[in-house]
């Protein structure tokens, strides 16, 4: 019988492993996932709606609550960047409560020509200066109840700001052996992004593991 779990392949003499799985047997997750690569030259970013109210069905990527959500999310987003030097989109990477927090990728294409690319500071405070200044619509409708209200995303942003470690697990769920992927969050470095456990070594609230 074939010895090999998690999707390996046995070739005769040992288990082939898929990505991101270890062991002789595939039996482990591997320690760290770098993603780096795979996110490309982008800016992390959190912002807070305010005139949205959470649902634990906008956890799920697949859902309709969630692709409603991140389509007028991305609409507003647009106009407020389009007049940003090499901006290439956004991809929502996730939702969360409070009143919906978006954590996003702010996607950036690299200069035409052989002008320098700016620093990924100065991106972020562009980035930064048009959300925080950006002039909500004039579309509000005044509710029986006398509250303001209505109206698109934009219209009920909270400050935004970079998210350099970006904590929301569901970030590696994506590049995670299915078996594993419970077990990673996104640990942010001074040179990019990996997926790490708590037994990864060398991580703040690493434990020490045996055997996996």
């Given at each position: 019988a074939d010895p090999c779990q998690n999707?390996?392949?046995?070739?005769?003499?040992?288990?082939?492993?898929?990505p991101n799985v270890d062991g002789d047997l595939c039996q482990f997750g591997a320690a760290t996932i770098n993603i780096t690569?795979?996110?490309g030259r982008s800016v992390m970013m959190s912002a807070r709606v305010t005139n949205r109210k959470f649902s634990e069905e906008?956890?799920?990527?697949?859902?309709?609550?969630?692709?409603?959500?991140?389509?007028?999310?991305?609409?507003?987003?647009?106009?407020?960047?389009?007049?940003?030097?090499?901006y290439g989109g956004i991809r929502v990477l996730s939702l969360a409560r409070g009143s919906v927090v978006v954590h996003y990728q702010v996607l950036l294409r690299p200069p035409?020509?052989?002008?320098?690319h700016p620093s990924l500071d100065h991106r972020v405070l562009e980035l930064l200066k048009a959300t925080?200044?950006?002039?909500?619509?004039?579309?509000?409708?005044?509710?029986?109840?006398?509250?303001?209200?209505?109206?698109?995303?934009?219209?009920?942003?909270?400050?935004?700001?970079?998210s350099g470690g970006l904590s929301s697990p569901e970030l590696c769920q994506k590049y995670a052996p299915a078996n594993f992927?419970?077990?990673?969050?996104?640990?942010?470095t001074g040179k990019g992004l990996l997926?790490?456990?708590?037994?990864?070594?060398n991580v703040p609230g690493s434990i020490g593991c045996a055997g996996g």
């Open positions: 999707g390996g392949r046995w070739t005769g003499t040992g288990c082939l492993c898929p690569a795979e996110l906008m956890r799920d990527p697949s859902s309709g609550a969630f692709r409603g959500f991140v389509e007028e999310f991305r609409r507003t987003v647009d106009g407020i960047y389009r007049n940003i030097s090499g035409a020509g052989d002008n320098p925080n200044t950006a002039a909500p619509p004039q579309n509000c409708t005044r509710s029986p109840g006398g509250k303001v209200g209505g109206g698109g995303v934009g219209e009920g942003w909270a400050r935004t700001r970079p992927k419970r077990f990673y969050h996104p640990y942010g997926c790490v456990t708590n037994c990864t070594l």
